[in-house]
């Protein structure tokens, strides 16, 4: 089994963890990830980190020149424990938080992500892409990476297509999930079920260890990010929608 992680940040993958280990660890697949922003924008939280690395994150001037450099140390430190293969950076601007799309056309190469993002799709013959799934409650830069992730997949010739899923941050209620209506290449395909991933699952010795401890440890190398480690109750499923693409419903 071979899978692609498409995210936007260098800390997008926790989302995945517990599945990504599973993959790699149990299975015996290959997971690699493809990154497109750089993470300059993610000093909100760095109080932290600004002791830890002893340089002023929280400033941010100085958090966008030392960040990108930090940040794929944390990810790959993550990606460590989660056994992920490769990587490719690609370095776009991470700008702000927001929801809008409006701009993102600009905010990134996306002719230049596309063409290394397909070219990579077509020499890995994976089996599955992971994207973040794009709503319209989930940050614009998340939003871009699934659409560019579906349009290059749906590019493909379709025998060749790895089959894509979407993973909120957050588990929807079955009912509650809407589309995101203006970018009909990210609609779900309703008919299928929602996969869940149990983070409490048991493994090791006595069984003393689950998938949510994997999930903990991964998020404790971004140390940049501090808001990862604050929930007090941690996430314990993961889902996976299935995109109407993969049925090659779109023609």
């Known amino acids: ?13 926790t989302i995945f963890a517990g599945t990504l280990y599973k993959i790699t660890r149990t299975l015996g697949g290959i997971v690699d990830l493809f990154l497109i922003t750089n993470g300059e924008g993610g000093y909100s939280y760095a109080d932290v980190a600004k002791e830890v690395y002893r340089i ?10 030392h960040l990108p450099r930090i940040r794929k140390q944390e990810l790959m430190k993550g990606g460590d424990i989660l ?8 370095d776009q601007k991470d700008a ?8 993102m056309d600009k905010l990134w190469d996306w002719d230049s992500c596309k063409k290394m993002l397909s070219s990579v799709l077509e020499n ?14 989930t940050h614009a830069h998340h939003k871009s990476a699934s659409i560019m992730a579906l349009d290059c997949v749906n590019g493909m010739k379709h025998i060749e297509r790895p089959i894509v899923l979407g993973s909120p941050d957050a588990p929807y209620r079955e009912d509650a999930f809407t589309n995101l209506s203006d970018y009909p290449i990210c609609d ?11 983070r409490r699952q048991a493994f090791g010795k006595n069984g003393v260890m689950n998938y949510n401890l994997i999930a903990r440890l991964v998020e404790a190398q971004h140390i940049s990010q501090g808001s990862l480690m604050s929930e007090m109750i941690p996430k314990t499923i993961e889902q996976y929608y299935y995109f109407k693409i993969n049925q090659g419903q779109d023609g």
């Open 83 to 90: 056994g992920i293969t490769n990587y490719w950076f690609m």
């Open 124 to 137: 890995g013959r994976y089996d599955f892409v992971f994207v973040l799934l794009p709503t319209m409650e």
């Open 56 to 65: 002023d994150l929280k400033d941010e001037a100085t958090a966008r020149t």
């Open 96 to 103: 702000f938080y927001t929801k809008d799309m409006a701009g």
């Open 188 to 198: 779900v395909d309703t008919s299928s079920p929602i996969f869940e991933f149990d």
């Open 1 to 13: 089994m071979k899978v692609l992680v498409v995210q936007a940040h260098p800390d997008d993958e």
